[in-house]
């Protein structure tokens, strides 16, 4: 086993994490760790682009708005205006370090999004992620300061507590290299946790494996506090075929005209929502998930036939591609497309620095809840919410004189021997992510979310027996997370007696005149 000891650990390399390691003063030893390969999370992933104030005809209050429109009542004001404010100048950062932005007239081309009054989604075709990505990757490995390590996964946090230590404080992680199949030691006074979502406690997502929940679960387990978890953000158009593995159609598609219809061509969208395809993501996958059970349908059709192959070719070449691959030319036949769970609008609670509950421990991205996204998020808000918070939390940590924790525990795995049942992981994940998409998907009652907490206390036992007498492998890690953050989702689903944003209970199908935030805490109970 190793001991390794920097100034920062960032744990994810999606943009949230690439961001803050190469915002990060020069000086500092930065350690980014990574499960996989740097470009294997959700941010490669996403299509559409980047929501910011970037025309003369757009303004902070518009796109603030906007926002505060589509989190229900639950975005918090304060850090919604600090991200609306701070998104031009990260477009700006990304420009300079040489992402190339599709443009038109030698301007930036700015397309639209469901939910935004204006054009205002920055955009690289339609694969803004994997360019930006790709980008932000090419300088980590040129910087000195960054030593990466791919294919380690976060076990644990190291906190004071668990050293028997007096103080509220992370100084470090364990993680498991999964090449030599150890798990090391991290030290550093501060820890950035930067990985991610939870879209694959879902059967149907268009998240990629990575997706567990890991940074959310690790730090629920260290003590922080989490929040509005049962805002759980279902894409209203993935793919749907046999061999898409969880394609998405992006938002844009709507934004530039596409229309939803029925099997028998039939439009159904403005019997739902005045702003029709437009309306909010929410709005837009409850009418899909009642058109679909209302028929007994599969799937629905996105049509944008009528703009034509040229057009296509130009704004979605990657979808038009993807999509001729699997024998579908959307230029003249609709797109069959489902709602799938897409992003996770709660998490860890942090301030406008990224800080938790814990000192020295920041969460960034869609790990963290900083009150930017309420009930709802607006399309194209996360990647640049992974920016600002990115930013912020580094300058933080620059101003911070936290002293290096000095030698920690080597993890203990003298009592554990090898499993001899994987069997009961791989029969547990699938359980778990069939009753959650069952039961805790789109349209929930009480029913049903009693039937998912009964589930997730049976299968707990189990994978608590199973973590305590064997040797720890990356799918039980991720396993055991997927399993923490499905119990906070309907923990939190539970309280919620009302119907708002992404939240739509069967049993309380009104919305409550006060907005409160859904907060529980692992030390002090449910608030």
């Known amino acids: 086993m190793k001991h390794h000891s920097f100034d920062v650990l960032i744990v994810g390399s999606g943009l949230a994490g690439l961001s803050a390691a190469l915002q990060l003063p020069s000086h500092l030893r930065v350690a980014l760790i990574t499960k996989g390969e740097l470009n294997e999370g959700a941010s490669a992933w996403a299509q559409g682009g980047i929501a910011a104030v970037m025309a003369d005809t757009d303004s902070f209050d ?9 989190g229900a009542g639950l ?26 932005f599709t443009e038109e007239d030698g301007a930036l081309h700015l397309t639209r999004e469901g939910g935004h009054s204006e054009r205002r989604i920055v955009h690289v075709t339609d694969a803004t992620g994997a360019a930006v990505q790709k980008t932000l990757i090419q300088k980590v490995l040129q910087a000195d300061n960054i030593t990466v390590f791919n294919h380690h996964m976060l076990v644990d946090l190291i906190t004071h507590q668990k050293m028997g230590k007096t103080g509220q404080q992370c100084v470090g992680l364990y993680a498991l290299d999964g090449v030599r199949d150890m798990v090391d030691t991290f030290s550093a006074p501060h820890t950035i946790l930067a990985t991610g979502g939870a879209g694959k406690v879902y059967l149907y997502t268009t ?64 019997a739902h929502d005045p702003r029709a395809e437009l309306a909010p993501r929410d709005v837009v996958a409850r009418a899909i998930d009642y058109e679909m059970k209302k028929h007994g349908l599969d799937c629905v059709y996105l049509d944008i036939t009528h703009k034509g192959r040229a057009f296509l ?26 709602p799938a769970a897409h992003y ?40 640049v919410e992974c920016m600002v918070f990115a930013r912020s939390a580094t300058q933080a940590i620059t101003q911070s004189a936290l002293p290096q924790p000095g030698a920690l525990p080597a993890w203990d795995d003298s009592q554990v021997t090898d499993a001899n049942e994987a069997v009961v992981i791989s029969h547990n994940w699938d359980e778990l992510r069939r009753f959650m998409w069952d039961y805790v998907g789109i349209v929930r009652t009480n029913k049903r979310l ?22 720890v492998s990356r799918d039980l890690l991720e396993l055991r997370n997927l399993l923490q953050v499905a119990d906070l989702i309907v ?37």
Not at 506 to 525: C, H, N, R, V
Request: glycine letters at 8%; charged letters at 20%; proline letters at 6%.
């Open 75 to 100: 975005c918090d004001v304060e850090a919604t205006q600090f991200v609306v404010e701070n998104a031009p100048q990260s477009i700006r950062w990304l420009m300079e370090l040489g992402v190339p």
């Open 207 to 270: 998240n990629p494996d990575t997706a567990t929940g890991d940074g959310i679960a690790s730090a629920w387990r260290a003590g922080c506090r989490v929040q509005n978890m049962e805002f759980i953000q279902f894409h209203p158009t993935c793919l749907y075929h046999p061999e898409a593995k969880s394609f998405l159609i992006s938002e844009a598609v709507r934004g530039e005209g596409g229309l939803l219809r029925l099997p028998n061509g039939e439009r159904f969208m403005p």
């Open 344 to 383: 996770t609008c709660g998490g860890v609670i942090t301030d406008l620095s990224g800080r938790t509950d814990l000192q020295g421990l920041y969460a960034i991205g869609e790990t963290a809840c900083t009150g930017l996204h309420g009930a709802n998020r607006l399309a194209s808000n996360s990647l």
């Open 62 to 70: 518009a796109h603030v708005s906007d926002t505060l429109t589509a």
């Open 491 to 527: 923990q939190s689903a539970r309280l919620r007696h009302e119907s708002r944003g992404l939240h739509f209970s069967l049993d309380y199908p009104d919305k409550l005149e006060q907005a409160l935030p859904t907060i529980l805490s692992p030390m002090f109970g449910k608030s």
């Open 313 to 338: 070719q130009e704004h979605f070449p990657n979808i038009l591609e993807r999509c001729a691959q699997l024998g579908i030319d959307i230029s003249n036949q609709p797109i069959p497309v489902v």
């Open 450 to 471: 009693e039937r998912a907490a009964h589930r997730i206390a049976l299968l707990h036992s189990e994978i608590q027996e199973y973590y305590a007498n064997f040797h």
